[in-house]
């Protein structure tokens, strides 16, 4: 591909009660995002004479919601949804460490294998996306990619060269927009902030 741009979605209402997972909508801070998101892919390609990058996002209702502005096609992957919390979907991390106190010890202690009662593990999330990296390997156009916390430290780990252990703790800010520049060996990585 030419220039990879990736981002979580805008500020969803579980983001704000800080529960996990689920299918939330946005919030009307969120929706500010979804437009200024718009208007900086504006900015990037039609106001430069440029096509518009393809546009991928999750199923889930967030990312749909924070690239709707962008006018063009919006392929919805599976493989792109937030990891699976399992049993933990829907609680925050006070919830788990007072209700679950084995799976918050676990997943400390181990948090790129640590998988979660009926649902996923890091290791899982690096897997299920292989689809998707070698897809956009064979793009030749410029893609955002609008996805969720999970999901953009694993492509952007694949990108930067971060190890698997590594990971897992990464910073990935809402209403931010990395910016990858492949290369042959180490990618470039720029980090804009829409100021939401
Ligand atoms: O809190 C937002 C979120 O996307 C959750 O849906 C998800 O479980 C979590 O982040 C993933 O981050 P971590 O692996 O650090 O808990």
Not at 5 to 29: A, F, I, M
Not at 32 to 50: C, D, T
Not at 64 to 77: A, D, S
């Amino acid at each position: 591909p030419r220039t990879i741009y990736l981002s979580r979605h805008g500020e969803s209402k579980w983001n704000v009660t800080g529960q996990l997972g689920g299918d939330p909508p946005l919030t009307e801070r969120g929706k500010s995002y979804a437009f200024k998101l718009a208007e900086f892919i504006n900015e990037e390609f039609l106001l430069q004479g440029k096509e518009l990058p393809i546009v991928w996002s999750s199923q889930l209702r967030r990312t749909r919601q924070t690239v709707e502005m962008i006018p063009t096609v919006n392929v919805c992957w599976r493989a792109l949804n937030e990891i699976d919390a399992g049993k933990c979907e829907g609680m925050t991390y006070d919830e788990i460490k007072k209700e679950m106190p084995e799976v918050a010890a676990a997943r400390k202690k181990d948090k790129l294998r640590y998988r979660y009662p009926q649902g996923e593990s890091y290791v899982d999330v690096i897997q299920r996306i292989e689809p998707v990296i070698l897809e956009l390997e064979r793009q030749r156009e410029p893609v955002l990619i609008v996805a969720h916390n999970a999901i953009i430290r694993a492509i952007y780990s694949y990108y930067m060269g971060v190890s698997q252990e590594e990971c897992p703790n990464l910073d990935i800010p809402l209403h931010h927009v990395f910016k990858i520049f492949p290369r042959a060996y180490k990618c470039d990585c720029e980090l804009i902030n829409l100021q939401v």
